[in-house]
């Protein structure tokens, strides 16, 4: 038999695609329970925002680095910088700005955000990622390249 180890996040956030949704009603999907688990507070309903919780439970599957919080712009505070050019699929997070314009920058960390594993641009405008809560489940979806807000390398814990 052979065992499929997981070498980078794109790797291992792709086993969860199209199979870790939200739930309808009062009945949440355990595994987004312990991913919010990991955020401190202890498990929360998948109905929370999980993009953050669900980055923190693929960090902590690889032994990474991780926020430790449900926020997910307090990304931008782990990590190394990287910029666009240099981003790589499975090495790195994408956090993007959410919600009504204007946004704050970066310095902002207690605003909208959004975080995903990066997979790679999608033309010159878009980059396409993989994450958690992105139309209620794992999906790969595409983002403007004006609402990155930060891109960053993670090291092991």
């Known amino acids: 038999m052979t065992r499929y180890v997981q ?16 739930r309808d009603g009062e009945a949440d999907h355990p595994l987004i329970r312990w991913w919010h688990s990991l955020c401190g507070g202890g498990e929360a309903a998948d109905e929370i925002p ?7 439970g693929i960090a902590h599957q690889l032994g990474l680095e991780r926020s ?5 712009r307090s990304w931008l505070g ?12 499975g090495l790195d ?15 902002v960390r207690n605003a909208p955000g959004h975080v995903a594993i990066y997979d790679a641009m999608a033309g010159s ?16 979806a595409a983002f403007p390249v004006a609402d990155v807000l930060g891109i960053r390398r993670l090291a092991k814990a």
Do not use: D
């Open 50 to 56: 999980w993009c953050s919780s669900f980055v923190n």
């Open 125 to 140: 405008h878009f980059i396409r990622v993989i994450g958690g809560n992105q139309g209620n489940a794992v999906t790969l």
């Open 93 to 107: 997070v994408v956090i993007f700005k959410r919600g009504a314009s204007p946004q704050p920058g970066q310095e």
């Open 68 to 72: 430790r919080s449900k926020m997910a």
């Open 7 to 22: 070498t980078n996040l794109f790797e291992a956030a792709s086993c969860y695609l199209s199979i870790v949704k939200e």
């Open 78 to 89: 782990v990590g190394e910088p990287i910029s666009i050019e240099h981003a790589e699929c």
